[in-house]
């Protein structure tokens, strides 16, 4: 079932019309294989606002799933209360449980990963240490993807603990147990283009992917964040603030708010941003969450150990 690359570039290129169509096949055809028992995966986020509408569209009845990780920017929340049909879920742990118990999200969920291993050498994991310094696997064969990069090598001396067990407490696991309490399957807001992983995956299962350990579908695989942004903006739905309006720029549509929201105090890749970058907009905008992160939860020891300092002047605004 492999997609070729160019049948992936040939998808991407469809214009939004077409895009909107063929979501809404492999919706149907998601509901039909699961016999109606599905649901929409709802973050509160643009994508999943899209997805949203358009699966309603088809099946008005379908729920929305809201799974609450405590991290989420206040207008989010407001956002997803505003929406019908939308049940709300917890995670058994919080944040704060999960970096006193694991460790901090930082770098990525692979060198966070590898530098949790490293931090908590056993015999059992002594393989998997050497993978990841070496790139080499037990069998002497070269896996280089696995190597932890000699710029990140000292943060396994750091002076607390790194982890990338956050997304499995705060989404994956809450999620599953979900699956498991109602057996209906997900359908979500993400897009191949977001990441090469997210791509790789496309390209093996399209859009419903039946035969995945955890069965998904991604009724937008296929959108970029153009697509998104032009489908809500010709629509004129409803979707959270803290984006702010849609304008055309340079023959291309953006946000004057924030440009995607995830989780609001996690690390992965803020060492890529540049000034300001999310956290600097954060003490701007929701100066009480700031001050909870850096203070509270010990942000700002592990953004200074990592190199990312606070941006002190406001002049940038």
């Known amino acids: 079932n492999n997609m070729e690359f160019w049948q992936f570039e040939q998808r991407i290129n469809l214009s939004l019309k077409a895009k909107i169509a063929l979501s809404k096949t492999r919706i149907k055809e998601w509901y039909n294989h699961y016999d109606s028992r ?17 699966v309603r569209q088809v099946y008005p009845e ?7 990780t405590g991290m989420e920017y206040p207008e989010i929340k407001a956002h997803v209360k505003g929406t019908e049909n939308v049940t709300i879920i917890r995670p058994k742990k919080i944040f704060s449980q999960v970096i006193k118990e694991y460790g ?29 310094l070496t790139g080499y696997t037990r069998s002497g064969q070269y896996a280089p993807n696995f190597k932890l990069a000699e710029k990140w090598r000292y943060l396994k001396d ?12 705060l989404k994956k696991e809450p999620a599953r147990r979900y699956i498991k309490e109602t057996e209906r399957y997900p359908m979500l807001g993400t897009q191949a283009t977001e990441s090469r992983i997210r ?7 399209g859009c419903n992917a039946y035969d995945l350990k955890h069965p998904r579908s991604t009724p937008l695989g296929f959108w970029t964040n ?35 929201t995830g989780c609001m105090f996690c690390m992965f890749g803020v060492h890529l941003e540049k000034h ?14 700031y001050d909870y992160c850096m203070k509270k ?13 606070q941006y002190e002047s406001l002049e940038i605004y």
Request: glycine share 8%; hydrophobic share 30%.
């Open 104 to 132: 901090y999200p930082i770098i990525s969920k692979q060198t966070a990963h590898s530098l949790s291993i490293h931090q908590n050498p056993t015999e059992e994991n002594k393989a998997s240490r050497n993978l990841h």
């Open 62 to 68: 379908i729920p929305a799933v809201f799974f609450d």
């Open 158 to 169: 750091a002076p607390f603990k790194i982890s990338d067990r956050c997304c499995h407490w």
């Open 226 to 260: 153009q697509n998104t942004l032009e489908y809500l903006k010709k629509m004129g739905i409803p979707y959270a603030s803290i984006y702010g309006d849609i304008i055309e720029k340079r023959g291309k549509l953006e946000t004057t708010g924030e440009g995607g």
């Open 199 to 205: 791509k790789d995956v496309y390209l093996k299962t």
């Open 38 to 54: 599905v649901y929409v995966s709802f973050s509160g986020g643009m994508d999943s606002t899209v997805l949203l509408n358009i």
């Open 297 to 309: 939860l010990g942000l700002q020891k592990v953004l200074d150990y990592i190199g990312v300092y």
């Open 276 to 289: 300001p970058n999310r956290f600097d907009r954060l003490k701007k905008s929701h100066p009480k969450h």
